[in-house]
DNA sequence: TCAACATCTGTTCATTTGCTCATACGTTGA
DNA sequence: TCAACGTATGAGCAAATGAACAGATGTTGA
């Protein structure tokens, strides 16, 4: 980051660039991950942002599963299934095990079963969540 | 999905229901959360799929913050700022507080700040992932 | 060899998403 | 009172997304 650690130092972007409280500005600023690490992480909230794509996920978590009971278990055609594993496989979120004809995923990202784990176990404890209500 | 009148009446109709282990189905099956809870939790999931937006919730981690600051601290304008607090506050995510024409949010959801408090961790270890390449 | 099979892939299409612009609202100080 | 201000909102548009369909690829057993 830059911010150079001047109390003064954030009327650097053009636009409405009116800070009210600068030092908390420049203080969160300065532990805002970069761009980069912002759009990777978004990447893989993203994965999981899909209710498919997340029981499909949430199989995995107890062990390697064929795309054919995958596809069952999630509720997605074979096709539907294929082509969300393969999402999944380019972001190196599971991977295949292949067996003759067979193909079987795993989960292979320590990050996102915590991620899983997280939500789960928030989705057993909480059963009262009515999101999408209206705002104040 | 509705292969009718196939030539061949053998088995099931189409592909969907061809189970190859049906015990490991069976088990996924009964642990796997309903249908509203997978909605619910892939909608919480979506909110944190976007740069923006993101950056919006990890900059409140540190304490309220008005729009103004949030705007130039995620790099929003004020207008889609605004917009997006209103979606996480349509959630439940965020809450505001006013005070005089200024309007304070801050994270309003452990489950939220748990999530995100994960992404960052694991942003910090892990700075060496390439989502995004290709599949084996 | 062939045919059934399990999976993979490209294309198309409708929906959703996130932003900008213009404007409206409530607050504040002159 | 009024104008500047901080914020909120609706409309509209471009881009991203998810699903269906058709077809391709590699595998197995007869």
Redesign the interface.
């Known amino acids: 980051m830059q911010s150079s650690s001047s109390e003064q130092a954030?009327d650097i972007?053009s636009?409405?660039?009116?800070?009210?409280?600068p030092e908390?500005?420049a203080?969160?600023?300065s532990?805002?991950?970069s761009?980069t690490?912002?759009?990777?992480?978004?990447?893989?909230?993203?994965l999981?942002?899909?209710?498919r794509?997340?029981?499909l996920l949430?199989?995995l978590l107890?062990?390697e599963?064929?795309v054919?009971?995958l596809?069952?278990?999630s509720g997605l055609?074979?096709s539907a299934a294929s082509h969300a594993l393969?999402l999944l496989?380019?972001?190196?979120v599971v991977?295949?095990r292949r067996a003759g004809r067979?193909a079987y995923y795993r989960l292979d990202d320590a990050?996102v079963r915590?991620?899983l784990d997280?939500?789960?176990a928030?989705?057993e404890h909480?059963?009262a969540?009515h999101?999408?209500?209206?705002?104040?």
Chains 1, 2 share one sequence.
């Open positions: 954030t972007d636009c409405a660039a009116k800070v009210v409280n908390r500005v203080v969160v600023r532990r805002m991950p761009e690490d912002l759009v990777d992480t978004a990447d893989i909230f993203g999981l942002a899909d209710p794509r997340l029981s949430l199989a107890e062990g599963l064929c054919c009971d596809a069952v278990v055609s074979e393969r496989r380019a972001h190196r991977s295949v067979m990050h915590m991620l997280l939500a789960v928030h989705t909480t059963d969540i999101p999408e209500r209206d705002e104040s």
